[in-house]
């Protein structure tokens, strides 16, 4: 089996995130959160959820791409009224599967791998009442968690297998991001944002 992976691309679909305002501002500079909701706080804190596709870029192969998902948080803090630096922390589930034929045969290769991902995001608000849409761009590191190699072969004969695999892979993995979302400023406390961003690993992820 080819592990000549290099490339991982991912693209959140949904992130939900809940904003908690900072209620210490001086009542003297609150204004109504439809129309400044960034002058509430100088930073938010927020959960967030969601789907991903990952695919490894190969030397070879046919590869099919799975519905990953993740989970983490997410802490945002205004340098202006223009510029926020996000700080996140997210769990993945990424993965891969290849199905073949072989003489009646058909062959089934799934592999999967966790990670927790560190990105840390530059993102540039455009204010505009209750919707607002941000372009983001930033970085990230990742350690991987988990990896399994799953097989499977039907028709003349059925056999099924794991094995763990999490050793074939680099401990580490970095690279950029980029993307947009676009927020929903229900409250002065609570925004919820719909996320889509494309990441690109600089590092091999299996080892050679």
Do not use: W
């Amino acid at each position: 089996m080819n592990y000549l992976l290099n490339i991982l691309l991912i693209l959140i679909l949904l992130v939900s995130q809940a904003c908690l305002a900072d209620d210490k501002a001086d009542d003297s500079q609150k204004t109504d959160a439809v129309s400044k909701p960034q002058d509430k706080s100088k930073f938010s804190l927020g959960v967030k959820g969601g789907l991903l596709f990952s695919k490894p870029s190969l030397t070879s192969a046919t590869l099919e791409q799975k519905t990953g998902s993740l989970y983490g948080v997410q802490l945002e803090f205004f340098l202006s009224d223009l510029v926020a630096l996000d700080l996140e922390a997210i769990y993945s589930k990424q993965g891969y599967k290849r199905t073949s034929s072989i003489t009646g045969l058909t062959v089934t290769q799934d592999i999967a791998y966790d990670y927790l991902e560190l990105p840390v995001l530059f993102k540039f608000k455009t204010m505009k009442g209750f919707f607002s849409v941000n372009p983001y761009l930033g970085f990230f590191a990742a350690t991987i968690l988990s990896a399994k190699y799953k097989y499977s072969f039907s028709g003349a004969i059925s056999l099924a297998g794991e094995t763990d695999i999490k050793s074939e892979f680099t401990k580490i993995n970095a690279g950029g991001v980029a993307g947009i979302d676009f927020e929903f400023h229900l409250n002065q406390k609570i925004t919820i944002d719909v996320d889509g961003r494309k990441s690109r690993g600089l590092i091999n992820i299996i080892k050679n």
